[in-house]
């Protein structure tokens, strides 16, 4: 896999543990009193939200461990100068437009197949239809 590629799993990484992240505060939050006017919330500690701390570790842990893999592979990327990108531009045009000439005469070849296959076609059935019946 490219680094372009594994940037893009690691970012997709990040915003799947962040959402998770989020996910698990809202459903882990204590309950809050909106108003003075409403009664104080009560709490059920359920099984799931009793290891709050512990979730908390973990998710952070990883969290960073994924943001150090990521800040890895930015480092690993190829640093050059504007010249080379633009050197690297030229070329990436120049084989472009090589295969399009080649696709245009790929295409054309196909067409001209197409058409002697369309000729051949008509011409059977032309004949198929032309045919006398047995007496």
């Keep these: 896999m490219d680094i372009i590629s594994q940037l893009q799993e690691q970012v997709n990484t990040i915003a799947l543990l962040a959402l998770n992240t989020f996910g698990a505060l809202q459903r882990d939050a204590?309950?809050?009193?909106?108003?003075?006017?409403?009664?104080?919330?009560?709490?059920?500690?359920s099984e799931e939200t009793i290891n709050i701390t512990e979730h908390t570790k973990t998710?952070?842990?990883?969290?960073?461990?994924?943001?150090?893999?990521?800040?890895a592979l930015v480092a690993a990327l190829p640093l050059s100068g504007e010249d080379e990108q633009l050197?690297?531009?030229?070329?990436?045009?120049?084989?472009?437009?090589?295969?399009?000439?080649?696709?245009?005469?790929?295409?054309?070849?196909?067409?001209?197949?197409?058409?002697?296959?369309?000729?051949?076609?008509?011409?059977?059935?032309?004949?198929?239809?032309?045919?006398?019946k047995p007496d």
């Design 30 to 45: 204590p309950p809050v009193r909106l108003s003075s006017n409403y009664p104080e919330p009560t709490t059920n500690p």
């Design 59 to 71: 998710t952070s842990a990883t969290l960073v461990q994924a943001a150090k893999t990521f800040d």
């Design 87 to 132: 050197k690297r531009i030229a070329e990436l045009q120049a084989e472009n437009e090589a295969v399009g000439l080649e696709l245009e005469k790929q295409l054309q070849g196909a067409e001209r197949e197409l058409k002697q296959v369309q000729e051949l076609f008509n011409q059977a059935a032309h004949n198929c239809l032309n045919l006398k």
